[in-house]
T-cell receptor, first 114, second 111 residues
């Protein structure tokens, strides 16, 4: 079975540029999560969706960050404008409607803002 | 954000040794999960615990859900080189599907 698919795997761009990260959850999963991982702060939940609707975006650091889920098989996390402190690994995870089912993670996007 | 207190932060292992790590919180969780992350990859689920007091094994891994629901531990028996990586605990409360993660335990091989 295909797992959570993220693209790109690596992104290097200059500060001020718009960055778009993409995620395809596991088919049939109703929950989708975006995380950010850094050495200093570990794994932080940014936002999560249930049935394509954002449920909790309290972890989104600033208005420069936005996330959408236009359908059940696709989500984006956008940073505009990007800053060097946004450099991190961004993970997408999904889980099923059964709340006891654990989250499955993608392999992440390593983002470097110069 | 809120994090679970995971210890130790890092440890060195020698092949064949048993390894233990734990996670504590001031809050009660209804589910405890243990993940392992290899370099360049996302966390992979090792064990899920759903009931207080539950002891669950997955091969050489054993994890327990603390009676108070505020802690969990993970044991790795007879460690092998591929056990190297970062292990994360995660807790989930009753409402919603959010996970709170520990800071991770980095397992390294003794030189």
């Amino acid at each position: 079975d295909a797992g959570v698919i993220q693209s790109p795997r690596h992104e290097v761009t200059e500060m001020g540029q718009e960055v778009t990260l993409r995620c395809k959850p596991i088919s049939g999963h109703d929950y989708l999560f975006w995380y950010r991982q850094t050495m200093m702060r570990g794994l932080e939940l940014l936002i999560y969706f249930n049935n394509n609707v954002p449920i909790d975006d309290s972890g989104m650091p600033e208005d420069r960050f936005s996330a959408k889920m236009p359908n059940a098989s696709f989500s984006t996390l956008k940073i505009q404008p990007s800053e060097p402190r946004d450099s991190a690994v961004y993970f997408c995870a999904s889980s099923s409607v059964n709340a006891e089912q654990p989250q499955h993670f993608g392999d992440g996007t390593r983002l470097s803002i110069l | 954000g809120q994090q679970l207190n995971q210890s130790p932060q890092s440890m060195f292992i020698q092949e064949g040794e048993d390894v233990s790590m734990n996670c504590t919180s001031s809050s009660i969780f209804n589910t405890w999960l243990w993940y392992k992350q290899d370099p360049g990859e996302g966390p992979v689920l090792l064990i899920a615990l759903y009931k207080a007091g539950e002891l669950t094994s997955n091969g050489r891994l054993t994890a327990q859900f603390g009676i108070t629901r505020k802690d969990s531990f993970l044991n790795i028996s007879a460690s092998i080189p591929s056990d190297v990586g970062i292990y994360f605990c995660a807790g989930r409360k009753a409402a919603g599907n959010k996970l709170t993660f520990g800071g991770g335990t980095r397992v390294l091989v003794k030189p």
